[in-house]
């Protein structure tokens, strides 16, 4: 018991880091999961966006009289205004799964900026997180870009992955607990058992003393020397009861032991 139990303790110590280990990647990898699902639901709604606001320069570029000019093709503030553009991505993202703020600003060949939102700030277009899409169309020589910055990225993958990383965490917790009990468990239930095994061994010694004393004192009464004389006789009779009276008190710790 004293070399398996090391090892039990080991073992589960083992499994219980392998258990936590691999909950850590789960996560790592469902986070990077949500993260690529996200770029690819915004990648989704700009295709979406960049169809429609080509398919008006389309209508707007044949609605111009000299059809062979392309540079006549408009420009998305001739066919936009703020309030339509901002509610065409508006639907979008959100048909997208994306219900973030954003803000937006679209920007001519020269960079130049020819429409914004409200909140649009020039950083913004320097900002790791704004996605950028050609809305030029295929009838139009002059090129103009959508930049789009949606705002608080991260409550998409906070909302996403909170019940799945708070769940995560419980049942990790969970198996902490039942190893730290196990553990605790197993470490009393082996002082139990050293105690009851020296509480045998002093009880096994203390049995031994009286009844070897009174198997002598029995052996001295069959002498014939012993039973001639009354004083050796009380004096060996007087030894048996006084062992008696001790392996009587002996058993009486045992049944109190017993009640413990």
Same mark, same amino acid.
């Not at 219900?99 to 909140?119: H, K, L, M, P, R």
């Given at each position: 018991?004293?070399?398996?139990?090391?090892? =039990?303790?080991?073992?589960?110590?083992?499994?219980?880091?392998?258990?936590?280990?691999?909950?850590?990647?789960?996560?790592?990898?469902? +986070?990077?999961?949500?993260?690529?699902? #996200?770029?690819?639901?915004?990648?989704?709604?700009?295709?979406?966006?960049?169809?429609? $606001?080509?398919?008006?320069?389309?209508?707007?570029?044949?609605?111009?009289?000299?059809?062979? &000019?392309?540079?006549?093709?408009?420009?998305?503030?001739?066919? #936009?205004?703020?309030?339509?553009?901002?509610?065409?991505?508006?639907?979008?993202?959100?048909?997208?799964?994306?219900?973030?703020? *954003?803000? #937006?600003?679209?920007? &001519?060949?020269?960079?130049? +900026?020819?429409?914004?939102?409200?909140?649009?700030?020039?950083?913004?277009? &320097?900002?790791?997180?704004?996605?950028?899409?050609?809305?030029?169309?295929?009838?139009?020589?002059?090129?103009?870009?959508?930049?789009? #910055?949606?705002?608080?990225?991260?409550?998409?993958?906070?909302?996403?992955?909170?019940?799945?990383?708070?769940?995560?965490?419980? *049942?990790?917790? +969970? =198996? +902490?607990?039942?190893?730290?009990?196990?553990?605790?468990?197993?470490?009393?239930?082996?002082?139990?058992?050293? $105690?009851?095994?020296?509480?045998?061994?002093?009880?096994?010694?203390?049995?031994?003393?009286?009844?070897?004393?009174?198997?002598?004192?029995?052996?001295?009464?069959?002498?014939?020397?012993?039973?001639?004389?009354?004083?050796?006789?009380?004096?060996?009779?007087?030894?048996?009861?006084?062992?008696?009276?001790?392996?009587?008190?002996?058993?009486?710790?045992?049944?109190?032991?017993?009640?413990?």
């Amino acid at each position: 018991m004293k070399k398996l139990f090391p090892l =039990i303790i080991t073992l589960t110590a083992i499994s219980l880091l392998g258990i936590i280990v691999v909950q850590v990647q789960w996560i790592t990898s469902a +986070i990077q999961l949500k993260q690529d699902q #996200y770029k690819s639901n915004v990648e989704v709604a700009l295709t979406h966006i960049k169809d429609s $606001i080509v398919k008006q320069k389309v209508i707007g570029t044949r609605e111009i009289e000299d059809q062979s &000019n392309f540079d006549n093709s408009p420009p998305v503030s001739k066919i #936009y205004k703020p309030e339509e553009l901002n509610h065409l991505l508006l639907v979008q993202l959100n048909e997208a799964g994306i219900n973030q703020s *954003f803000e #937006y600003c679209v920007t &001519n060949s020269a960079a130049a +900026i020819t429409t914004t939102s409200a909140g649009f700030r020039t950083e913004f277009l &320097n900002d790791p997180a704004i996605f950028n899409v050609d809305i030029s169309g295929r009838t139009s020589a002059k090129s103009e870009t959508l930049h789009i #910055y949606i705002l608080q990225p991260e409550d998409y993958f906070k909302n996403k992955l909170l019940f799945m990383v708070l769940g995560a965490l419980l *049942f990790t917790c +969970i =198996i +902490i607990a039942a190893f730290v009990l196990t553990i605790r468990t197993m470490l009393s239930q082996r002082k139990l058992s050293e $105690i009851k095994s020296d509480f045998i061994n002093n009880m096994t010694h203390e049995f031994k003393t009286p009844i070897a004393t009174i198997q002598l004192a029995s052996d001295a009464l069959n002498n014939e020397k012993v039973l001639s004389d009354r004083k050796n006789i009380l004096y060996y009779r007087n030894i048996i009861k006084e062992e008696n009276r001790r392996m009587h008190k002996q058993v009486e710790r045992i049944l109190n032991a017993a009640k413990l």
